[in-house]
């Protein structure tokens, strides 16, 4: 049994430009999860009848509508005006909501505009879900023979009920209580080659899902079924056949693996950014507790700090330029002995879009890890006109050399 | 007058939480600056009954119906299938398109897959737009009353032909040839707060478009007239009424005012970075030729590398703690003492989630700026629970104090 759903979107700040609709493609990954794809999905304004048809359309087409924002304290927000509307009901004030309402402003010491009590009024058939991210509840009301979900649009809000209340729904009705995903990270293919080294294997396994995720430079190809060992074994032949390019397996990103693999060696770890510019020390510090291995990083941008704070030698910049694997291992050891750490990755490279040469064109990157063991440089030629690409290809590529460093 | 338009994406990556679809928000931006707000967005899979269905009924509510997607080679693709279902008419090859894809892949020296055909392949009635950053072309097919656009879906294709046709058709149609357009850029402030100071402003101009852009820490505040007076005017206005927090006007970021200013001054920076971890940094050499400028930075995630590559004394740090201001003015002394840079900024701070304590909780952040007039440091504290936009703004209000030098 598989279940039609669809998704509305409620909002002119939808259709003038100033947000997208994120929430439907939040949705949709996980329902993939339970082998439901997104049937629709549609944004319309604040109008009632707007509302109010494209709900009744939907739930004309699907089982499920889950439909987003308009349940604001604001006469802008008409979501459950629309809904019962299609629903063919009036509108009833939920006295265990405006209670929650009136208490949540009393506990913060806040004035309750008139305006709230709003937030409390659903339709008169509605079923209500509590809200532990927000003020506004959610609801569900029958329309037709379809479910029409009401959720709040503030994504943080709209994920707590899609999460609480939508997704244990939906296992329920497919009774598909036991569903297993592996996802597989790629660095350095790209979808198409992931995909047609894939295709066999997806011919063998027709009860598991496939998916990919592209999050430019990685791949992220996920598997999913309702037995255990299929998805494991697809999920090994399935490495086996993309080769080195899977640097692991699971939810942890790069730089939160390499963080990982760092600690619990009780080791330490310094950059030293040219063309990354900092790019590798930001992501490295986006993870929370990154200080407890992370010592920081020279950005050496011009020639004399790479000197001044890494100790590269002018001689080497002299005979070899900045952009030279001999600059980039001085600066990969300047950086592990400055900054005392026991690794460290450097980068050094033309990012673009000027200072390309016929010897050194953009796309150029040196990267050195210096480490226990001595210190190895790689020169990569990204064939990427963007210097965006250039540099985030760049900084994965050195968190890849470094986890590679501890299997 | 003014023109309903709908957008239609299609493909199943959309459906199925690979992509979103982000054409919509990219048209809906544009076609701000013409006045109109789209009516309504939908996005169906790759299936040509669903396809058609719903062609026609956005055919039946707008004048203006703008496809994206489905206008690759392979049996996936059927837009035009789609559409000329929804016009009742059949398809045909458009020999002039075709032999352009033939001699596209020719001058590649590719060989032609037979699936390339298709990209040829539109409605009987429909008009050919020539896309010159891709293979398959656009095309415009009548629908009952209203003109159907079909566009690639890749973001680039779709943008250009969004600018090469459809805008300037918009114009002619609005004769709308002269819209003049005024960006504030704010941070420091919230959307409520620059719209409740902007609120009379907006009563006393009628004939201006105000348009709110939240990108976290900044407020985009956009003016839209046709008159370029009276938009000068009511921006000068909104800028008085909003004070301090403009920053700015116009397109430019911060991060390349900045550059600019330093620029034109002659002028050089440093950065050091502890709780933004190399962010500042990474958002200076986000622009393109910042080394002209910016000279690096030192990321000092540890204390002891604040003493080693930045001269912070130890007993600073003993007596006043890591995040304090006599550190921050240390951090940015010693960064451009030893960057040999005219200007420094640093940050040091709690971005959480944890290491917050009662007299320093997570949101606490020291910023300094060093130059050639002296230093000074300054303290945060940011009501955010999130690491990432504490970081953010952390980093934005740095930049924003060395803008400010130069004013």
Redesign the interface.
Known sequence: MTLKIETLAIG?E?????????N???L?????DLGI?????????DAVE?IAE?VR?AAERADIVVTSGGLGPTTDDLTAEGVAQAAGVSIRLDEPSWERIQSLFAARGLELPENNRRQAEVPESARILENQKGVAPGFVTEVGSAEVWSFPGVPREFQHLQTAHLIPHLKGRLSATSLFTETLRCLGATESKVGSVIEPIEGRYPNLRF????HFPEILLRLVGSERAEVERAADEAEEAIGRSVYGRGEASLAERVLHALEAAGQTLA?A?SC???????T???V????RV?????????D??KV??LDVEEATLKAHGAVSQAVATQMAEGART???ADWAVSTTGIA???GGTLEKPVGTVCIALAGPRGTKARTLHLPIPE??RI?SMSAAVALRELLSAFR
Do not use: H, N, W
Request: no cysteine; glycine share 12%.
């Open positions: 002119d939808l259709l003038d430009g100033r947000l997208a609709d994120t439907s493609q939040m949709a990954r996980d329902l993939v794809t997104l049937s629709r999905q549609t944004v319309v304004g707007e494209a359309r998916q990919y995720r592209a950059t950014e990354t510019g900092g790019l590798i020390a930001k490295l510090t986006d929370p507790g990154a200080s992370y010592r920081g990083s020279v950005v050496a941008y011009e004399d700090v001044a704070l400055r900054l005392r673009g879009p000027g210097r965006e540099r």
